[in-house]
Structures are given as structure tokens and as C-alpha cells.
Nanobody, 124 residues
Framework: QVQLVESGGGLVQAGGSLRLSCAASDRRTFSIYAMGWFRQAPGKERDFVAAISWSGSRADYADPVKGRFTISRDNANNSVYLQMNSLKPEDTAVYYC????????????????WGQGTQVTVSS
């Protein structure tokens, strides 16, 4: 069982930036798993935000965040990050870290593990 712990959420004004972090409990699993970020706004479905392959050679983004968000990972420290710039009020959501053995399954919303989530609130 892999535990994922997110941090870095908070309240920010529109146009600002935040960096989310996710630490995994198991180094061996983390190093071979694809990692991703999802978000869920109140009353809405949980949506894909970004994903990165185990090696970091591939990354994909949802259209609403392309050009503003960047996903990265540090396998030596079992961590994945989401740098969020030019934040908008519509980015307000609980952000979840996810890990999966299969990249396509993870992007499709079916990872093997979920974090507990961290709140991001963007004020206008």
C-alpha cells in the first residue's frame, strides 16, 4: 500500500501562483509509477489535470491548464509537484495526487492510489 500526502494548497489571488507537492511513502513503487494530479470543484466530477510518466519523459495536461501548470517529479525524493501559475478563480478545487502502474489508466481517472487532497482557493 502506497500512501500519498499532498501539501502546498491555500488561498491565492487571481493571477498568482502555487506549488503543490505530493510525497509517496514507498520509493520503489514511486520510481516506477506514473503520477498525476486531479481536481474536484464543489458539485462537480473529479477531473484530470496533469500526469507524468515514471521516467519524466512524458507529461500530459488538461486543456484548461495547458501553458499555466507544470508537472514534475523527483524520484530521488519520492515526490511529484504541480507548479500552478496565472491562477484563475475557476481553478478553485480540491487537488488530488494519484499514482498508477498504467499511464493511460491513470490519465483516464483510474489510478491505483489517491492522496487525501489539498484545497486550492483562488479569489477574484
Amino acid at each position: 500500500q502506497v500512501q500519498l500526502v499532498e501539501s502546498g494548497g491555500g488561498l491565492v489571488q487571481a493571477g498568482g501562483s502555487l506549488r503543490l507537492s505530493c510525497a509517496a511513502s514507498d520509493r520503489r513503487t514511486f520510481s516506477i509509477y506514473a503520477m498525476g494530479w486531479f481536481r474536484q470543484a464543489p458539485g462537480k466530477e473529479r477531473d484530470f489535470v496533469a500526469a507524468i510518466s515514471w521516467s519524466g519523459s512524458r507529461a500530459d495536461y488538461a486543456d484548461p491548464v495547458k501553458g499555466r501548470f507544470t508537472i514534475s517529479r523527483d524520484n530521488a525524493n519520492n515526490s511529484v509537484y504541480l507548479q500552478m501559475n496565472s491562477l484563475k478563480p475557476e481553478d478553485t478545487a480540491v487537488y488530488y495526487c494519484a499514482a498508477g502502474a498504467g499511464y493511460t489508466r491513470l490519465v483516464g481517472g483510474r489510478p491505483d492510489y489517491w492522496g487525501q487532497g489539498t484545497q486550492v482557493t483562488v479569489s477574484s
